[in-house]
């Protein structure tokens, strides 16, 4: 069935290293991709997306890159911030999907001083 | 900050009674979908509203329901509550002709 995991629950990075975050999803026809970052108490925000047509995308100091042939999503944080701890969850939207975006359990960065 | 804004922010209820949360969306976005986040877990699709019907549903059962106001305001109801629904309930928005999903801060829900 469907379904979006990722590989470890918890991170931790030290401040200024960059950080990346693993995410396998299980739905070959899903063509939509999301990041979302999740500070307690907070809603998920969204942080980047791409779509199944391209393999990496850049933002602000954040970089997606999509492998098709593994089903694998990762999510790079450049110079990473004591503000970037938070949860982080990737979702998939499949092609079919009355936009429905499947969220995985997501990952907690911890940021080291 | 979203625009999406969600009411109350935390609600206690016992189980069996009735429940109506509410959203309101940024205007210009015509599509509002609801998630049920329970604690440690990614949000749960419930369901989504466009031009107020809904339009595609997750596996929740009836007792979860919606409406969408022509001013793209939306409400969650949820009939019978049960302690399993002790969870974070969000909303979100997105504007027309996009994909992107802009969440409110969601409602924390506990069940006694």
């Known amino acids: 069935g469907e379904s979006v995991g990722l590989h470890l629950p918890t991170l931790s990075v030290q401040e200024g290293d960059n950080s990346i975050i693993n995410c396998a999803y299980s739905?070959?026809?899903?063509?939509?991709f999301i990041w979302y970052k999740q500070e307690s108490g907070k809603g998920p925000q969204f942080i980047i997306d791409?779509?199944?047509?391209?393999d990496k995308r850049q933002g602000q100091r954040v970089t997606v890159l999509l492998n098709k042939t593994v089903k694998h999503l990762s999510l790079q944080i450049a110079a990473t911030q004591p503000g970037d701890s938070a949860v982080y969850f990737c979702?998939?939207?499949?092609?079919?999907?009355?936009?429905?975006?499947?969220f995985g359990k997501g990952t907690r960065l911890h940021i080291l001083p | 900050e979203t625009g999406v804004t969600q009411s109350p922010t935390h609600l206690i209820k016992t189980r069996g009674q009735q429940v109506t949360l509410r959203c309101s969306s940024q205007?210009?976005?015509?599509?509002v979908s609801w998630y049920q986040q329970a604690l440690g877990q990614g949000p749960q699709f419930i369901f989504q509203?466009?031009?107020?019907?809904?339009?595609g549903r997750g596996n929740f059962p009836p007792r979860f329901s919606g409406l969408q106001f022509p001013n793209y305001s939306s409400e969650l109801n949820v009939n019978a509550l049960e302690l399993d629904d002790s969870a974070l309930y969000l909303c979100?928005?997105?504007?027309?002709?996009?994909?992107?999903?802009?969440f409110g801060p969601g409602t924390r829900l506990t069940v006694l």
């Open positions: 979100a928005s997105s504007p027309i002709n996009t994909d992107t999903q802009y």
């Open positions: 739905n070959s026809a899903s063509d939509y």
């Open positions: 509203y466009y031009r107020e019907e809904e339009n």
């Open positions: 979702a998939e939207a499949p092609l079919n999907r009355d936009d429905k975006i499947i």
């Open positions: 791409i779509r199944s047509n391209m």
């Open positions: 205007s210009g976005h015509n599509t």
